[in-house]
Structures are given as structure tokens and as C-alpha cells.
């Protein structure tokens, strides 16, 4: 007996996979290159906590788009791709990287973070969005940031110039 069904009787049961958008293709396509970063890092495999902070921020940032058309999430996904592969930071940072918009351009407050993610990755968000907001002055960066607060491996990162803490 064949157990196959032809495309028609799955369109009209409902059974076929859903089709992404281009949106969420190049959405899914960034958040697995960041996760396949991460996988070749040297860090312990927190990958639930980095796939429940890209979650939150996705639904978070659901429908906004930057200026060049492209999903408002594409940035956090770099950010933290970066602070993964160029910094060699673990999933403090790389979660507190997709939540760094959050705060400051949703409707979701550091406690909404605090209560989901915990004391270290709000306190990251928020002085992000204080650098962001001007209240540390230009002297701040948000490198120095990710590598203070994070139990992340710590490096100093200083004009270009890496080493460890």
C-alpha cells in the first residue's frame, strides 16, 4: 500500500509544510549562520537561550523594516554574528546582541528582559540602550560593554587591539 500523498491532497488537508517568505527565509538563513558561528566556538552549547532570545526579538521586531527593505532583525543577527566571530564572545553576549534593539524600539521594558533572561543580559541591554541614547558620551562603546558585564571569556577590545582581561 502507498502511503505517499500527490501534492493536491496535501493542499487541500492543510498538511504541507508552510512556505517561508523571502523575509523569513533570509531571517532563518542569518539566524542559522549565527548558530553555526557559535557551534564552532569554543563556548558551551547554550543554543536554547540563544534560540529563545533570536525568538523574542524576532517576534519583538515582527513586520519592522530598516531602510534598505530588509527585516528590522537582520541587524541584531549581525551584531551579534560579530560579537560571536570577530569578538570570540559566548551567549551572554550573543543573546544580549539580538536583544540590544528591544528596549529602545518595542514596547518591551528591562524588566520585561530581566524577567525573561535574567540580571546579566538586562543590565548589557540597558547600557546599550544608554549608549545608544547618548548618556555615557562618545568615550563609551559598546564592545567595552559586551566584555564588562558578560561571564562571557572577557577581552578588552581598544583601538582594534584584542586581549584577554
Known sequence: MDDTKDTKDIKETGEAASVLSADEQMIQDGFNALLNDYLKSNHRRKVERI??????????????????????????????????REMGLGSTSICSALLHDVVEDTEYTVEDIRDMFGDKIAQIVDGLTKISGGIFGEQASACSLYTTYADDDPICVNRGVRRKL
Open 51 to 84: 534560540t529563545k532570545a533570536f525568538n523574542f526579538a524576532n517576534q519583538a521586531h515582527a513586520g519592522v523594516k530598516r531602510r534598505s527593505g530588509e527585516p528590522y532583525i537582520m541587524h541584531p543577527i549581525a551584531v551579534a554574528r560579530i560579537v560571536c
